[in-house]
Antibody, heavy 119, light 111 residues
Framework: QVQLVESGGGVVQTGRSLRLSCAAS????????IQWVRQAPGKGLEWVALTSYDGSNKYNADSVKGRFTISRDNSKNTVYLQMNSLRAEDTAFYYC????????????WGQGTLVTVSS | QAVLTQPPSVSGAPGQRVTIPCTGSDSNIGAGYDVQWYQQLPGTAPKLLLYGDNNRPSGVPDRFSGSKSGTSASLAITGLQAEDEADYYC???????????FGGGTKLIVL
């Protein structure tokens, strides 16, 4: 069964760091592009970052550039999102999902992990 | 700044047909990139509803269909059912972002 499971969310103070994990099962992430998408409470979906198959190419949204870093460990079948200098506006559910190509659809998505940034 | 524009909400009675438009630009839909639609039920993760403009994953009823023309796309739902009440998001690749661009989402209300 193809599945993605996010973990690592929680409550963190403004300015601190947090690392999210996206563990895949039922397939090898080395054949897929993986992205992170977030959703603030009651708001829409916002693309955050993606990593190519081998991690050689990474792209971030402007809103997180210089603060968030996406990485992957294909040997552990896991993708990470290192979030530094967290702000209140980073409070959201964070979802990971896979695609065969950056230009195509992402499916499935994980159940999400909630990050709450509080002062 | 790249955006995909959707109406905040649409509504329809059971059995009716509704459409949800998604307007983009030359850096996304207009560049010919695939348009996807995702359905998000309350309290759950988004689920792929349509891919590649008008293709349904296994298990999605044929009441759902998509179309694309120029810089716009549209989701149509026929034979509206109460269980269709959800948020719907369009998505396409944007070459100025280097990643996914999502519409603001449309809440479908079944009257």
């Amino acid at each position: 069964q193809v599945q993605l499971v996010e973990s690592g969310g929680g409550v963190v103070q403004t300015g601190r760091s947090l690392r999210l994990s996206c563990a895949a099962s039922g397939f090898m992430i080395s054949s897929y592009v993986i992205q992170w998408v977030r959703q603030a409470p009651g708001k829409g979906l916002e693309w955050v970052a993606l990593t190519s198959y081998d991690g050689s190419n990474k792209y971030n949204a402007d809103s997180v550039k210089g603060r968030f870093t996406i990485s992957r460990d294909n040997s552990k079948n896991t993708v990470y999102l290192q979030m530094n200098s967290l702000r209140a506006e980073d409070t959201a559910f964070y979802y990971c999902s896979r695609s065969e190509s950056v230009h195509r659809w992402f499916d499935p998505w994980g159940q999400g992990t909630l990050v709450t940034v509080s002062s | 700044q790249a955006v995909l524009t959707q109406p905040p909400s649409v509504s329809g009675a059971p059995g009716q047909r509704v459409t949800i438009p998604c307007t983009g630009s030359d850096s996304n839909i207009g560049a010919g990139y695939d348009v996807q639609w995702y359905q998000q039920l309350p309290g759950t993760a988004p689920k792929l509803l349509l891919y590649g403009d008008n293709n349904r994953p296994s298990g999605v009823p044929d009441r759902f269909s998509g179309s694309k023309s120029g810089t716009s796309a549209s989701l149509a739902i026929t034979g509206l059912q109460a269980e269709d009440e959800a948020d719907y998001y369009c998505q396409s690749y944007d070459n100025s972002l280097g990643g996914s661009l999502f519409g603001g989402g449309t809440k479908l209300i079944v009257l």
